[in-house]
């Protein structure tokens, strides 16, 4: 599975920005798509989930603010970013696996990431 992020800049804090990650290449009946975050020194952390069937998860730090989906016609998964707070300033990678991910965010976990995109809040 080849996965490539776009969408990436700076953006004002309270403005809103969209992630695109193009997915090509699955083998796979059903795959799970999931967002990550890394800011330097810290760990990757996952941000949201989508499931085949649509079922969406968020950690708390983004919800509310952010919204997962995907078209799956154009085989593309997006992070609309609403209202981003300077803590959400990181590179953001695109994950997926076979089958069940929603609410796993263990990057371990995954198969498959894309190369990332950076997203600055000031």
């Known amino acids: 599975v080849q996965l490539v992020e776009s969408g990436g800049g700076s953006v004002q804090a309270g403005g809103s920005l969209r992630l695109s990650c193009a997915a090509s290449?699955?083998?796979?009946?059903?795959?799970?798509l999931a967002w990550f975050r890394q800011s330097p020194g810290k760990d990757r952390e996952g941000v949201a989930t989508?499931?085949?069937?649509?079922?969406?998860s968020y950690v708390d730090a983004v919800k509310g603010r952010f919204t997962i989906s995907q078209d799956n016609a154009k085989n593309t998964l997006y992070l609309q970013m609403n209202r981003p707070k300077p803590e959400d300033t990181a590179m953001y990678y695109c994950a997926a696996k076979p089958e069940y991910c929603l609410g796993l965010y263990r990057s371990n976990a995954y198969n498959y990431w894309g190369q990332g995109t950076q997203v600055t809040v000031s």
């Open positions: 290449g699955s083998p796979y009946r059903n795959i799970c």
């Open positions: 989508i499931a085949s069937n649509g079922g969406t």
